[in-house]
């Protein structure tokens, strides 16, 4: 699988949008983006994910550069309870593969 | 939503006694299951892929001996540290694919293992 590159921490203010980028420059043609929250002690929560079309749903919004190299999570009005760890992965769908985290970014959501 | 649950959710146990964590699919069968170890501030680290009737595959570094997986049925996967460790204290979770060829991913809450 592809690697990415995210920033290890971001703040962000009650009530704001919460952008955190992702770069995935060796991403292949056949890969998806996702993005997984993990809160403190918990497993990691699935957010959303995307081929090349920018996605949302209730939780975010995925915005991904046309050549694809990069991608941005939007948390729309980001609330306290968003602080937590972010994981951007790139994926080949093929059945059976699991996904492999990296360091992901710390969010920071305060009052 | 898919359902992952995990049994127990944290366990403490003596130096060299072996430990049963069970991975249940409540909503859906899953035909493949992930392990995967995290420690204090780093990120998850998979440890093996269960297929249910076959045997595990395990990560590169991960002794299939220490750490034995059984995936005998469609909604249970279980992962037993044997002769555990200091070392092996651990947030241990799971994941499952949802049916057959799927890629869909869903996780359970995690278990924590203290080995004193």
């Known amino acids: 699988d592809a690697k990415t590159t995210q920033p290890p921490s971001m703040d962000c203010a009650e009530g704001r949008a919460a952008n955190l980028p992702c770069n995935h420059s060796t991403i292949s043609g056949n890969e998806y983006v996702y993005w997984y929250r993990q809160i403190h002690s918990q497993g990691p929560q699935y957010i959303i994910h995307g081929l090349k079309n920018n996605e949302t749903n209730e939780m975010a919004s995925l915005i991904i550069t046309e050549d694809r190299k990069s991608s941005t999570l939007i948390l729309p009005h980001a609330t306290l309870r968003d602080t937590a760890v972010y994981y951007c992965i790139v994926r080949d769908n093929q059945a059976g593969t699991a996904l492999i985290f990296g360091k992901g970014t710390t969010l920071s959501v305060s009052s | 939503g898919a359902v992952v649950s995990q049994h127990p959710s944290r366990v403490i146990c003596k130096s060299g006694t072996s430990v049963k964590i069970e991975c249940r699919s409540l909503?859906?069968?899953?035909?493949?299951m992930f392990w995967y170890r995290q420690f204090p501030k780093q990120s998850l680290m998979l440890m093996a892929t269960s297929n249910e009737g076959s045997k595990a595959t395990y990560e590169q570094g991960v002794e299939k001996d220490k750490f034995l997986i059984n995936h005998a049925s469609l909604t249970l996967s279980t992962l037993t540290v044997t002769s555990a460790h200091p070392e092996d204290s651990s947030f241990y979770i799971c994941?499952?694919?949802?049916?057959?060829?799927?890629?869909?991913?869903?996780f359970g809450p995690g278990t924590r293992l203290t080995v004193t």
């Open positions: 909503d859906f069968q899953a035909t493949t």
């Open positions: 994941s499952a694919l949802r049916g057959r060829g799927a890629y869909e991913q869903y």
